[in-house]
């Protein structure tokens, strides 16, 4: 792997003769909990941090960070400059976009983020759709991201794409290798069809490596398997008209104990004036075990979302509601099926000035006859050299445990104060209450050759 990021920097200085403004970003969180005698705890007191660089050339992008996990001050004293290196958790990124006629080509490499294909191999589910959600359906393909200073670290890879342009007959492919030796490969093609206006198929296949947890007891949940790779694959297909957008994968996977188990996905939308209607179904095998090597405890999954917007006044007026229903399994070694129940509605008023949001939650779970409940009222409104976003959320957990969070952002469009947010959440105990309060500054300045973000947080904790 050292030797492809040796030839990618070769490549860059060859191939780049200048660059634009250097990105910096750097993030420093405090954390300070408080007795009950309102005396800081100086011995809890905690700091994390993040900061990167990002070089951006006409054709390519190189990025490099760096991040602290939360760490409490009495052991940040005891650090020398070597405990500081090694405690650092690294990301990378090397970005290169090149073009060969009417070809184009796209070659990344590092801790990669990855969405598409590989994501919905990893975890097929959906998670219920917002009540005001615009719909969209789901892409095509592997997506890869180089990392920002705030992302999670993930394993090493290197990913390719080779994408023509849009009247060429050729498809476009993508390749990625993980060090985790996972390895993909994906190729879809858009087709206009004298009856349908635009047509994406697409096929997306590879290994994964997976060893089972090495359990000795006669009473583990699942059987053992010995660790070796095991395929996977999605197929999707995509149909689009003015009115009626629809988009349907299946994904198949290579069993330890033999044989093929899947799952088949859906997700249909429907607008016509002023009205729009979404369906979502998910269906899975029951033992299935997906790319990211678990067994996901969702069986089945069915959401309508209908919406309707129109005028009002000098407005827009939006609402919208999600109704849903899955199929679950229980943890316990010999799982058991329940089904879980999600119910949103939300409405928004837009005007030139201001959007006043406002949604409802319902969870309600026959496993243990808990529901889970929230309310969120938001308002965001826009002035000429301010954008202000103020919300409240009250949410009610399936212990009857009471939270509320109000929260207040400002974001200032001229100046190197870029934001300014803060948010307290108090939460009510049968015997006490819990009260956090976070605040947070956001820094930007720009010039010709560089580009600096900068956040400082603080939060204070306090048990009463």
């Given amino acids: ?24 970003s750097s993030a ?64 990378y990124g090397i970005n290169q976009s090149l073009k060969a006629g009417k070809i184009k080509f796209n070659i990344s490499a590092g801790t990669l983020h990855y ?14 759709p917002e009540p005001l959600k615009k719909f969209s359906l789901f892409t095509q393909g592997i997506s890869a991201q180089i990392p920002s200073p705030a992302s999670s670290k993930t394993p090493v890879s290197f990913a390719a794409s080779i994408t023509p342009e849009s009247e060429s007959h050729l498809p476009s492919m993508q390749f990625a290798i993980l060090k985790t030796k996972e390895k993909y490969g994906a190729v879809f093609k858009r087709f206009t069809t004298p009856i349908i206006p635009q047509l994406v198929m697409g096929f997306t296949a590879g290994t994964f490596f997976h060893e089972h947890t090495k ?71 029951d033992d299935l075990i997906t790319s990211s090597g678990n067994k996901p405890r969702i069986r089945q999954q069915i959401f309508f979302s209908p919406q309707i917007q129109f005028p009002v006044a000098s407005g827009i007026l939006n609402i919208g509601s999600t109704i849903g229903q899955a199929k679950r399994k229980t943890k316990q070694r010999k799982a058991e099926p329940y089904n879980y129940y999600y119910g949103r509605l939300g409405a928004s008023f837009t005007s030139m000035t201001f959007t006043l949001k406002g949604k409802y939650s319902i969870d309600y779970s026959t496993e243990d006859k808990d529901k889970k409940q929230s309310y969120n009222l938001n308002l965001i409104s826009n002035f000429s050299s301010l954008h202000m976003n103020t919300s409240y959320t009250f949410s009610i957990d399936e212990n009857n445990l009471k939270k509320h969070k109000v929260s207040e952002s400002v974001s200032i469009k001229k100046g190197i104060l870029n934001n300014v947010s803060t948010y307290i959440t108090w939460t009510e105990k049968n015997t006490s209450n819990t009260i956090n309060l976070n605040t947070s500054i956001n820094l930007l300045k720009r010039n010709r050759h560089l580009l600096f973000r900068g956040k400082i947080s603080l939060a204070l904790e306090k048990d009463s």
Avoid: H
Wanted: hydrophobic residues 35%; charged residues 20%.
């Fill in 28 to 91: 420093v969180y405090f954390t300070v909990p408080a007795g009950k005698d309102n005396k800081t705890v100086k011995d809890n007191s905690k700091l994390k941090y993040n900061y990167g660089l990002r070089l951006n050339f006409p054709s390519a992008t190189i990025t490099g960070n760096a991040k602290l996990a939360s760490t409490e001050f009495k052991d940040i004293g005891t650090y020398t400059f070597n405990d500081y290196i090694s405690k650092q958790e690294y990301t």
């Fill in 1 to 24: 792997m050292k030797k492809i990021y040796i030839l990618f920097l070769l490549n860059l200085f060859i191939w780049n003769s200048f660059c634009e403004p250097v990105e910096f």
């Fill in 115 to 128: 969405s598409g294909a590989i994501s919905r191999l990893k975890n097929p589910a959906f998670s219920c």
């Fill in 215 to 285: 359990e000795t007891t006669w009473f583990m949940i699942d059987p053992y398997y010995n660790e070796e790779e095991f395929f996977s694959s999605e197929f999707i297909t995509a149909l689009m008209w003015k009115p009626l957008k629809m988009a349907a994968s299946a994904g198949l996977y290579e069993n330890p104990f033999g044989g093929r188990r899947g799952w088949i996905k859906n997700q249909s939308y429907f607008s016509y004036g002023p009205f729009s209607f979404g369906l979502y179904y998910f269906n899975s095998d």
